[in-house]
């Protein structure tokens, strides 16, 4: 009879029982319980995980080449959910939007969304406008996503630190948010960002766009060291 080993469990054959050599190898390496679903298992993409692994047990990780995430596959839920959260960092300040209040995607707060999926929506992100507070922000995404919630606290240096709730209650794709009030309470402006991201039937890519919201002969810019990070909670 083969034995098992005490932590989790796999099948060791013994070396009297050559005839069930193969069977006991088998064993070891059952498809359920076996070493290969302990594996951090790798696959080039997500058809290529679903083709190869068309029904993982829960608390499988999972590597995908692209787009270079770990997953854990959540039995509960039937999905794979990212293992970490997803994060963009604004390394460079070079993009800039001079006299122009048309919206562009920022080259690097973006990040990827799985389908039919709700996440927490967390970030930080300073920009430059000139004289005045004189930017505002929106997001594209897949088909079918919305941001029920979302907003943060700006805070500025002239106005004393905390300003207030910057919030868009929306069920639509993409409410605008301002950070624009008139007055001349200089820069660099900084809000802390939170909200909720839901995905319908499509997978893509949030994507952080922003310009300035009044025309200004003056370089307006989302400073380096702003991020964006989304967590998967269902």
Known sequence: MPTVTPDQGLTLPIQADAANDQTQFANYNNTSSGVESRLVKRYINLADRTARNAAPTSGEISFLTTPGQHYRYNGTAAAWWELYPVTAYKATETQVVNNS???VNDSHLAVALQA???YALSGYIASDSGTTADIKFDWTGPAGFTMPMW???RL???A???VGNLNALSSAAATTIIVATGAAIGSPTSINLGGAVLTAGTAGTLQLRWAQNTLEAVNTRV???SWIAITRVG
């Open 151 to 153: 907003g943060g606290a």
């Open 156 to 158: 500025d240096t002239a």
């Open 223 to 225: 400073k380096a060291g």
């Open 101 to 103: 209040t048309v919206l």
């Open 160 to 162: 004393g630190g905390f």
């Open 116 to 118: 039919n999926a709700i």
